[in-house]
Every structure is written in C-alpha cells, then in structure tokens.
C-alpha cells in the first residue's frame, strides 16, 4: 500500500519480557496512545505468538496502523526477521517476522533486540536526545546494552552486537549463563547487586539493616534492597557502589572502543539515580585510558523507564516501513 503521511498513521510497539508482553498504539512523537499487556506464556513459543497477535489486533482495533514492532529478549538476525536465541523463551532460529506477518497481513512487521529497542528510544526521545553517540547500558536480572552510533543502530555482521552483559571483566571470574566466565553480567546486574548485599548482610556491621530485612522476610528481595538505598542505608549504599565500581570498570573500556557521548543507564537498578551513577563516574574515571588527555562522557539515568521497549519497537518499525515504502 502507498506509505501514509506519518504524523497521521500509529505503529505498534510489542515489548516481550519475561513475565509479561506489552503492547502500545504509539504516535510517531513517542506518546503512547493506547496500552495493552498479557502474561508471558514464557514455556510454549507458540502460545506466545498468539499473544502477540492478540494485543495487535486489540491495539490496531479502529485505528490506522503503519507498522509494528516487537522487540524480543535474545539474539536477532541481521535482517531483523528471525529470533536466534532467547534464553528464557523456547525459541531457537525462530522465523518470528514470517510467522507474525502469515497471522498479521497487511501491516509491515519488524523484529528487534529489546536491548535495541530500548537504547533507540532514548536515543530519539529520552535522555539520549540532542547527541549522535550513545551506548545504553539496562540494568535488570542481567546487563543489556544498545549502542547508537552517528545516529544509527550499532548491530553487526550478523545483527548480534551490542551484547554488552557478556564482555568479560573477571577472567575466570564467576560463571555465566552464556557459558563463559567473568561477565559483566555477573558483577554488574541486579541479580549482582543482590548478591553483594547478602555478602554484607553476613558481615552485621554497616550490614545489619540488610540482614534484618532478610530475617524478616526469609529473602533478601529488589523491593527490601531499594528501600534502605532511599533510606541512605549504609550497608545498602555500599552494595550500590560496588555495583556502580565494576559498572564504570565495563563503561571506561567500551569508551576506548565506542567514545559515546553519553552512557544512559536504565532497569530497574537505575531508579537509584545520582546514588548509582556517582560511583559510576568515579569508577570511569580511575580506569579510563588517557585520563586528563581525552574528553568525557556525560552519564544519565534512563528516562523512558518501563515505556522504553513499547516505544523503541514502534519508532524502529515505523523508519524501516517507510523506508521499505510501505
């Protein structure tokens, strides 16, 4: 069909997590028009797509549509069409756009890297506006990453780049679900964070506030730990800036590789703001090359929070529609 005057004509974004897919009817300004969600079906692939298929037909209901986007946890292919791999979902080589478009005809579909989705939606609309080079960093159970350079998606050879959770900081350090050791992922997560508090939660001390948490309720949770972050809890706060340390190690030897303008920090870890990426810069600063002989980074908070994947997968789907004239 003729490709429609875009400020007139929504996409579809399709966010696809672990315990949840969200959809939104998006404007091409980044505004969410309309939202949809359903639990994640997360053992049964098929029943996944049926979940897909359903939100867009709810989102699209009345409405003009140009595109949709979803955007899925795990390895995509180049040609933005088939899932390789995605470790909490069974899909293996999975022709993700094919199936979708035989379910879904007449809308243009394109398939995306969560990660991707969420590091464009910065880019175009948060806390990336105004800069060409920007590497995102989401800090959730593990690490993802996104990195736009000179205005444009870094996605490599075969459209598996910008796996920053796995870039190796510890060798032979702790092991890794991608079976290799010593991750980022594995010093710089949520899951990471968790586990520096109950190791200082075990020390009383400064940790004594954490360990009564973890008493009371059997567990040391995310929900316990940002609460006594707020609360400015020593012990809390010394978890943090571990997390921050190893975060600002892994940003100083991407900016030797990338020199972004700006690192964007989003997840759920990031809420923590100012408190998280202090410790961030101070860390950058200590092992960045050249220190003193080279320019510096600007470090920011995500702003697009939990919006940011329904809006990237919009806005990306809307581009390569109009691009393939849709």
Sequence with gaps: MRWLDSSLVHAIGIDIGGTKIAGGLVADDGTIVRQERRP????????????????????????????????????????????????????????????????????????????????????????????????????????????????????????????IGHMRVVPGGLPCGCGQRGCIEQYGSGRALLRFANEIADQRGIGQALADARERSGELDGHDLYELIVAEDPGALFALRELGGWLGQAAASLSAVLDPQLFVFGGGVAAAGEMLLEPIRESFRSHMPARGFHPEPEFAAAELVNDAGIVGAADIARAHAEARGA
Excluded: C, K
């Design 40 to 163: 994640t079906p997360a053992r049964d692939g098929a029943a996944i797509i049926d979940a897909v298929v359903e939100v867009v037909e709810s989102l699209r209901d009345g409405q003009e549509v140009a595109a949709v986007g979803v955007a899925a946890p795990g390895f995509i292919d180049a040609e933005q069409s088939t899932v390789y791999y995605t470790p909490n979902i069974p899909w293996r080589s999975e022709p993700l756009r094919a199936e979708l478009s035989q379910r879904l005809p007449g809308l243009d579909i394109t398939i995306d890297n969560d990660a991707n989705a969420a590091g464009w939606a910065e880019y175009r609309f948060g806390a990336g506006r105004g800069y060409r080079d920007m590497t995102l960093l989401t800090i959730g159970t593990g690490v993802g990453g996104a990195i736009v350079t000179g205005g444009r998606l870094l996605r490599g050879g075969f459209g598996t780049a910008a796996e």
